[in-house]
């Protein structure tokens, strides 16, 4: 089965605790903090890996999960850093954010990676928390959680050369003549269920001089019309021609009306993005084998030099105007210089900075329940250890001095209402000039 999109989790890994802890060493009665940093959590990477071709690894994995840093310890240990997670994808796999639909990177080039799951950082140790005035701070912080997302993954092949056309017009076939490839043919619309690559010769069997390009050659599956809408088999492999260099547009003359099923492909292409008319596309004339095809061809090729558009007659069945073919995709492609760069630019990946301001939100979510927004406060209450006294006061503080109390008190809580910030889940209680 080939697999071209799939919906992954992942969740990097969360960063150890910083520790709380004081010096106990004989003869110093009174020994000062000496707790160490957490280590940060292992990241998640997707890197794209040369020998992958579909997305099929993923078929029974589809969760990850990074390993968490070290905790921190005494003596100013600090904890190791979690393992790093690298997941290996083949070219052309593109990365959306499944819930809001963003691109997060589009991998072309061998070897690029992404980071898709920030490990989170590690607590600090109460020794960051001495000052002159509080000489034996009990407060360290927790480990920050590890970044956790849906993912949709989509793969788009990258080859050289696409191979479309109707049901049964002949690309398997044509495939088969001028690759090593073998797919599976057969006289009957839809034999081809999946994309099929193989790797062409342009010097040809009879040609010993040497042109040493290699293309690959993706068969995508027939198209019909109302494919760019979502009809047929052909429709969900529309992308897998978004990259290629040309097009060879392949078509059935024994059919009832070869024009017709012309028109319908360059209509189905047009409407899935018009840009693939823009590529250089060569039509060819398929099964000159058959007395049909022989009939139709001189009006087809009349009606396609009237529209200027460059066409060929060949039978992939006994090899029929196959060097002319394999001599025309020959100088339609670049040369060897660039066809060892991808067809498609060198990838991309978009980095959003995350600003981490003191900006909130409040919102009331009912039956005495409000939930607090913002970056900065979900990180401190994600790292803040509410069973040590210590850390709970310095936590209130925070939400003083960020103006979330006030703010909570003006929407109207009360003593006993819950308040939800990230992951944390809090009752507020009355301060002592608030009475009972």
């Given at each position: 089965m080939f697999l071209d999109r799939v919906k992954i989790f992942v969740k990097a890994g969360a960063g150890g605790d910083g520790a709380a802890t004081f010096r106990t060493e004989a003869h110093v009665p009174r020994g000062g903090p000496d707790g160490g940093d957490g280590g940060r959590g292992g990241s998640i990477h997707l890197r794209v890996d040369a020998g992958q071709t579909t997305l099929r690894d993923f078929r029974q994995k589809r969760h990850f999960k990074a390993t968490p840093g070290g905790r921190g310890g005494g003596s100013r240990r600090h904890g190791a850093a979690g393992d790093e997670l690298t997941i290996d994808v083949p070219p052309g796999t593109a990365v959306f954010d499944d819930e809001t639909g963003e691109l997060l990177a589009d991998l072309v080039a061998i070897g690029q990676t992404v980071m898709i799951g920030r490990g989170g950082r590690g607590g600090l140790g109460n020794t960051h928390f001495k000052t002159s005035t509080h000489q034996a701070p009990k407060h360290a912080q927790k480990g920050e959680p590890g970044q956790e997302r849906s993912l949709r993954l989509e793969l788009r092949l990258i080859a050289?050369?696409?191979?479309?056309?109707?049901?049964?017009?002949?690309?398997?076939?044509?495939?088969?003549?001028?690759?090593?490839?073998?797919?599976?043919?057969?006289?009957?619309?839809?034999?081809?269920?999946?994309?099929?690559?193989?790797?062409?010769?342009?010097?040809?069997?009879?040609?010993?001089?040497?042109?040493?390009?290699?293309?690959?050659?993706?068969?995508?599956?027939?198209?019909?019309?109302?494919?760019?809408?979502?009809?047929?088999?052909?429709?969900?492999?529309?992308?897998?021609?978004?990259?290629?260099?040309?097009?060879?547009?392949?078509?059935?003359?024994?059919?009832?009306?070869?024009?017709?099923?012309?028109?319908?492909?360059?209509?189905?292409?047009?409407?899935?993005?018009?840009?693939?008319?823009?590529?250089?596309?060569?039509?060819?004339?398929?099964?000159?084998?058959?007395?049909?095809?022989?009939?139709?061809?001189?009006?087809?090729?009349?009606?396609?030099?009237?529209?200027?558009?460059?066409?060929?007659?060949?039978?992939?069945?006994?090899?029929?105007?196959?060097?002319?073919?394999?001599?025309?995709?020959?100088?339609?492609?670049?040369?060897a210089d660039e066809m060892g760069a991808p067809p498609d630019p060198a990838g991309v990946v978009v980095h959003r900075i995350e600003a981490m301001g003191d900006g909130f939100s409040v919102d009331p979510e009912g039956d005495g329940v409000f939930r607090v927004r913002g970056k900065r406060i979900e990180r401190v209450a994600a790292q803040t250890n509410f069973d040590v006294e210590e850390s709970a006061e310095r936590f209130q503080r925070d939400l003083a001095r960020l103006g979330i109390d006030d703010e909570l008190r003006r929407q109207g809580i009360r003593p006993g209402d819950t308040v939800r910030i990230g992951p944390v889940e809090l009752e507020w209680e009355a301060q002592p000039w608030e009475g009972v």
């Open positions: 050289d050369i696409g191979l479309v056309g109707l049901p049964n017009a002949g690309k398997s076939t044509l495939l088969a003549a001028l690759t090593a490839a073998t797919p599976k043919i057969a006289d009957y619309p839809f034999t081809t269920l999946e994309p099929n690559l193989g790797v062409m010769d342009l010097a040809g069997p009879d040609d010993h001089g040497g042109d040493e390009r290699r293309p690959t050659i993706a068969d995508v599956p027939g198209l019909i019309e109302g494919a760019s809408l979502g009809a047929g088999l052909g429709h969900a492999f529309l992308r897998h021609v978004e990259r290629t260099r040309i097009l060879l547009h392949l078509v059935d003359g024994s059919g009832r009306d070869p024009a017709w099923d012309h028109d319908v492909i360059r209509d189905e292409l047009r409407a899935h993005d018009p840009a693939l008319l823009e590529k250089p596309i060569l039509t060819v004339f398929n099964k000159m084998d058959q007395a049909a095809a022989v009939e139709a061809w001189p009006a087809f090729r009349a009606a396609r030099k009237k529209a200027h558009e460059d066409v060929v007659a060949i039978s992939a069945v006994d090899g029929t105007g196959l060097e002319e073919l394999r001599a025309r995709i020959a100088t339609m492609l670049p040369n």
